[in-house]
């Protein structure tokens, strides 16, 4: 596009003085040729794309952007500027550095080629994308609850079942029968086996009796390192990274080392062939942005227990199942799908907070965020042997139960 020079009829001012003012402008403004060559552009749309005019103009865009002859973008132009009509987008334009711009541009016909004008619109894009992704933490974290609840309540009335089972099965276990008593001892176990799967249930809903103590988790990951490295093969290498500066926190010791053999398990498991599980205990202080982010989460000083490996990873679609009761992704008859469930629910009760990070191809990383406390730990005492002596005495129990069984 050629301005000529000379006086202009507005206000005297010249092609260089409007030159100037386009230069000035927010709104991004560049002429394409038919050839897609650069005709005419403004400082902004050069920032926009982010280089100069004198490295721009003249070239066509392919030689300036390889790859962008196949993006929505240049389809859009390619129409305008063969249909002559105007087109309206929304553009995310990947940069040769890997990052993501957002941008509203105006496609127009123009008799040198077509005038594409650009709003550079990444911030309000990334603030949005921000907010959707947050949106659907949240709905994600409603979803759990309302499947725990859900979970918690049939695992509970199963429960009372599998007590009346196991009473009268133990009572009858007293037969002089041989035959009635192996029967029996097949019952109990299976109803045992059930009870277990409730168990791990109730934990998901959060039912499940804790009894809680000041604890260094630090201490706990130490003291199950002999019982990790034993639970995987030669072909797994496990590696620790603990932190020296670590806040104490409030959680049953039981199962803080569940959680840890339910993780490492699942990551050995995830390895197919040679890989690396790393345990690591460090501290963070989630912040507002954070919690905005997470929800669920909350301000203040954590103690964060991480298990990472570098298995097959998961897919979006996997990841957002992937703590849900009863979902494996292990094969017919290797998993139950309630280990992680259980993990979930173990650390919603102590006041903490779960998130997972994954790959394909490349691993998964599970972050367990739990809150710091100023409590002194209690002192321990010393474990005085006690004798037990059995005794047969009368006496009425006294059972408070809404089922006659």
């Not at 003012?21 to 709104?27: M, P, Q, R, S, T």
């Not at 541009?105 to 709003?119: A, F, K, T």
């Not at 739990?370 to 005492?381: G, K, Q």
Request: with cysteine; proline share 3%.
């Amino acid at each position: 596009m050629r301005h000529e020079s000379g006086p202009s009829t507005a206000g005297g001012q010249n092609s260089e003085n409007w030159s100037t003012v386009l230069d000035a402008i927010l709104e991004g403004l560049q002429v394409i040729g038919p050839d897609f060559r650069y005709l005419h552009l403004n400082e902004t749309a050069a920032r926009h794309g982010r280089s100069t005019k004198e490295a721009l103009l003249g070239r066509t865009m392919m030689e300036c952007y390889p790859g962008i002859e196949s993006t929505e973008m240049f389809a859009a132009l390619g129409r305008c500027m063969s249909e002559r009509t105007s087109v309206v987008l929304e553009n995310a334009f990947t940069f040769p550095d890997g990052r993501i711009g957002y941008f509203e541009l105006r496609l127009q016909p123009v008799p040198e080629g077509v005038c594409v004008l650009s709003i550079d619109v990444t911030a309000r894009k990334v603030a949005e994308l921000a907010r959707a992704d947050a949106e659907e933490r949240l709905r994600h974290a409603q979803r759990m609850e309302a499947i725990g609840q859900l979970a918690a309540g049939i695992a509970h009335d199963f429960n009372n079942l599998l007590t009346v089972i196991l009473s009268h099965g133990e009572l009858a276990l007293d037969s002089d029968d041989e035959q009635r008593r192996d029967d029996i001892q097949i019952m109990l176990r299976a109803a045992r086996s059930s009870a277990e799967l409730t168990k791990q249930l109730l934990s998901y809903g959060r039912r499940v009796l804790q009894r809680r103590q000041v604890l260094d988790v630090r201490e706990v990951v130490r003291e199950l390192e002999v019982l990790l490295r034993r639970s995987l093969d030669s072909r797994i290498e496990l590696t620790f990274d603990i932190a020296a500066d670590v806040p104490r926190v409030e959680a049953d010791r039981s199962q803080l080392e569940q959680i840890l053999m339910n993780l490492v398990i699942n990551a050995r498991d995830a390895i197919a062939d040679r890989g690396r599980i790393t345990v690591a205990v460090s501290r963070a202080f989630l912040d507002e942005d954070h919690v905005r982010a997470h929800p669920g989460a909350q301000v203040g000083l954590h103690t964060v227990l991480i298990v990472s490996d570098t298995g097959g990873g998961m897919d979006a679609a996997t990841q957002a199942r992937i703590f849900e009761p009863f979902f494996t992704t292990k094969g017919r008859g290797k998993g139950t799908g309630l280990g992680l469930a259980t993990v979930y629910g173990i650390v919603k009760q102590s006041g903490g907070n779960i998130w997972l990070y994954s790959e394909p191809g490349v691993g998964t990383t599970f972050k367990i965020y739990l809150p710091a406390t100023d409590r002194i730990p209690s002192v321990a005492t010393a474990a005085v042997p006690v004798q037990r002596e059995r005794r047969h005495r009368s006496g009425t129990i006294l059972v408070a139960e809404d089922a006659p069984a």
